[in-house]
């Protein structure tokens, strides 16, 4: 069983900075592929970015890329996404999920995300 707590959502304004986090149950956290999502209200669920267990490679969706950063520290069982420039449409209660099955490639398809954290709420006011 892997559980996944995410952090610091909160009320910002367009142009600003936050950095989520999602700390992780399980001793073999270094094995998993991590991955965030979000859901804006009305909107279904949409992949953001993922990382890779072994050499760390990055996938990011196109609508974040080049704003948002995704990390890890394995010695800490955290992931990260740093996001920068937001703006409203960026509104959304943002997810981190684990792919415990030892993929190879970053990937952005729910269906094979094991665990889901519980979400934090990122609001970007105008």
């Known amino acids: 069983q892997v559980q996944l707590v995410e952090s610091g959502g909160g009320l910002v304004q367009a142009g600003d900075s936050l950095r989520l986090s999602c700390a992780a149950s399980?001793?073999?956290?270094?094995?998993?592929?991590m991955g965030w999502f979000r859901r804006a209200p009305g909107k279904e669920r949409e992949f953001i970015a993922a990382?890779?267990?072994?050499?760390?490679?990055?996938v990011y969706a196109d609508s974040v890329k080049g704003r948002f950063t995704i990390s890890r520290d394995n010695a800490k069982n955290t992931v990260y996404l740093q996001m920068n420039s937001l703006n409203p449409e960026d509104t959304a209660v943002y997810y981190c999920?684990?792919?415990?099955?030892?993929?190879?490639?970053?990937?952005?398809?729910?269906?094979?995300?094991?665990?889901w954290g519980q979400g934090t709420q990122v609001t970007v006011s105008s």
């Open positions: 990382i890779s267990w072994s050499d760390r490679s990055t």
């Open positions: 999920a684990a792919d415990i099955d030892l993929p190879s490639v970053p990937h952005g398809r729910q269906y094979l995300y094991d665990y």
């Open positions: 399980g001793r073999r956290f270094n094995s998993y592929l």
